[in-house]
């Protein structure tokens, strides 16, 4: 899952915020595999949808939180991993490259990039989601 977030990273434009600072310092991203009751729950409290989802993202690079470890947090990433198992079907992958494709896409979400803000925003993420997909997999 380390590579899939690296691939993420790595296909971040120059135009973004963080760009020099992503490659200049050491960041920490969490990432959590959950049951769907478990991020049911977190749905429900942070996007106010009482139902199970793939993947949910949280950034924390606004702010000055450090990690334990003394690195940046970038942010936290929880997914479903029986739902991810069901969408292998459905994207053709494998259940290592699903999970790697919604690290990917958490990433993607930690650096706020939004699918669901303007279908410009879509096609935005989903070039750099499918870029970052193909680095996997080369």
């Not at 963080?18 to 409290?45: M, S, V, Y």
């Not at 989802?53 to 950034?59: G, R």
């Not at 919604?102 to 993420?125: C, N, P, Q, W, Y």
Request: glycine residues 4%; charged residues 30%.
């Amino acid at each position: 899952m380390r590579e899939a977030a690296i691939a993420a990273l790595s296909v971040v434009p120059r135009s973004h915020c963080l760009f020099e600072r992503l490659k200049n310092e050491t960041w920490r991203l969490d990432i959590h595999l959950l049951k769907p009751d478990e991020i049911q729950a977190l749905n429900g409290r942070y996007r106010d949808k009482d139902k199970p989802t793939d993947v949910l993202s949280f950034p924390l690079w606004g702010g000055d939180w450090v990690t334990p470890d003394s690195h940046k947090a970038l942010g936290e990433i929880f997914i479903c991993e029986p739902i991810a198992r069901k969408q292998c079907k459905l994207f053709g992958n494998t259940p290592t490259q699903e999970l790697e494709r919604l690290v990917i896409h958490g990433t993607l979400h930690v650096l706020e990039f939004d699918h669901e803000r303007s279908k410009a925003d879509e096609k935005i993420m989903t070039a750099l989601e499918k870029k970052a997909v193909k680095k996997t997999r080369a």
